[in-house]
């Protein structure tokens, strides 16, 4: 072990991994338990700074910042639902880990959290995205209009909330421009942006262009747009 992955192991908090299941075509379902997940400073939207790689003949500290599903800070239990298809290193991390594994982390952190002033909300992404678009879509109260679109190019790449629903909308395509992601919320009945809070996730080039198109064609406040690249 070199001596930078024995200092993190030193100031990292740790936690142990009891679950793993694929739970999509490009998505798995882990969980964390451990006393180090005791009192958090967790807002619904944060995520979470995982390292791996800490041992073995080729350790290499890693980091991954993967979105907070969930957290129970009674069951001292976190859930990850990390995406694959990128197939780089977090990607044969998640594939290859097993319960039993050891977790280092810190955190929680981030910015992507619910605005709780808004009227109505907007939440839009694609598979690398759900998890974190599932923990706002939880917090917003059921007597407020929530507008959503979730890109996914096959079925298989859809996984339901923790509950087992669906509060989502998904639009199955190959791809999609901003053009016609915001053509598919007007369709739903987003017909003016007055109060509507816009949550932006996903490639970095389509966040850039449905930001742009949100402030120069249908007049949105920046106030009112929070986008978060998720992938490049």
Not at 59 to 65: D, E, G, I, P
Not at 189 to 217: D, N, P, W
Request: charged share 15%; hydrophobic share 40%; glycine share 6%.
């Amino acid at each position: 072990m070199g001596l930078l992955d024995s200092l993190a192991k030193q100031v990292l908090k740790r936690a142990t991994i009891t679950r793993v299941v694929p739970i999509a075509r490009h998505t798995y379902h882990l969980t964390l338990q451990g006393p180090d997940l005791a009192d958090l400073n967790y807002t619904p939207g944060q995520t979470l700074n995982v390292f791996f790689d800490l041992s073995g003949p080729e350790a290499a500290l890693r980091k991954r910042t993967y979105s907070i599903w969930q957290y129970d800070p009674e069951a001292l239990t976190l859930e990850l639902a990390v995406c694959t298809f990128s197939n780089g290193p977090g990607a044969r991390w998640a594939q290859q880990c097993r319960p039993g594994d050891d977790v280092y982390f810190n955190g929680p952190g981030g910015k992507f959290v619910l605005d709780t002033t808004a009227a109505s909300y907007c939440l839009l992404g694609d598979v690398a995205t759900l998890s974190h678009l599932y923990a706002l879509r939880r917090q917003i109260p059921p007597n407020q209009t929530v507008f959503s679109l979730v890109h996914v190019q096959s079925q298989d790449d859809c996984f339901p909330d923790l509950d087992g629903s669906y509060p989502l909308h998904f639009a199955l395509a190959n791809h999609l421009s901003a053009p016609e992601v915001l053509a598919e919320v007007a369709a739903q009945g987003l017909r003016s942006a007055a109060g509507c809070m816009f949550y932006i996730g996903g490639s970095q080039a389509l966040c850039v262009e449905t930001h742009q198109l949100l402030r120069k064609q249908w007049h949105v406040p920046t106030a009112q747009l929070k986008a978060k690249p998720f992938w490049k």
